[in-house]
């Protein structure tokens, strides 16, 4: 009897063990030098690309458990970047993002689900930029995880994500070009992530 308990005990330590590599209450964060932000926007005819240089937060996430999955991320308005000083200066300006006042994007998931092919997901939460805050769906691609190549005690994880925008719906700019028609209001918006975390000396 003793060594049943025991045995059991055991199974159940065992398998309690075998789900530790991507233990929920360890996240995952940002890899500043390898994740990025970049958007697009139409501007009279062409569009125009710009990035997000810095992204902030954390993620929790088991592609075998979405439904258990956190996400939070903040983004510094200030680090927007499209390659013309002065354009940036306007963009930071209470014309477009007015980052005195609201110096934060932000996303905060509050559900996370599989997508329709293996790898795929969808992240529902709310955006808010400026003082607007608006449910969004951010479907996601994982893109799995690997030992760091230069670093065997830490971990990779990758994500790719795509998602167009109402510029307009978070009251960044008054509309006056789009009307002109000199400026879009729809804006694309990819991501690129990678993310790190420690090895967890429990997992396999």
């Known amino acids: 009897m003793g060594k049943r308990i025991l045995v059991m005990a055991l199974v159940c330590y065992m398998i309690a063990q075998a789900g530790l590599g991507w233990s929920q209450d360890r996240a995952w964060t940002f890899d500043p030098a390898h994740t990025s932000l ?10 125009v690309a710009g990035t997000f240089d810095e992204i902030q937060g954390e993620v929790v996430f088991d592609p075998s458990h979405p439904e258990q999955a ?7 308005v200030r680090s927007i970047n499209t390659r013309v000083e002065r354009r940036d200066a306007h963009l930071r300006s209470p014309d ?3 980052t005195e006042r ?3 994007i932000t996303f905060a998931s509050h559900e996370v689900r599989s997508g329709k092919n293996v ?3 969808l992240a529902r939460g709310t955006l808010t930029i400026k003082n607007v805050s608006r449910s969004l769906d951010l479907p996601f691609i994982f893109l799995g995880v690997q030992t760091d190549p230069f670093d065997p005690n830490k971990e990779i994880a990758g994500f790719e994500g795509h998602v167009t925008l109402d ?3 978070f009251g960044v700019g008054n509309g006056e070009f789009f009307r002109k028609g000199l400026m879009g209001k729809e804006v694309d918006v ?6 790190v975390r420690g090895k967890n000396p429990a997992g396999p």
């Open 167 to 169: 510029r307009l719906e």
């Open 70 to 76: 956190k996400m939070e991320v903040r983004i510094p």
């Open 190 to 195: 990819a991501i690129y992530l990678e993310m």
């Open 38 to 47: 970049t958007f697009t926007i139409r501007h009279v005819l062409a569009k």
């Open 96 to 98: 477009f993002f007015d």
């Open 119 to 121: 790898n795929e997901f």
């Open 102 to 104: 609201y110096p934060w």
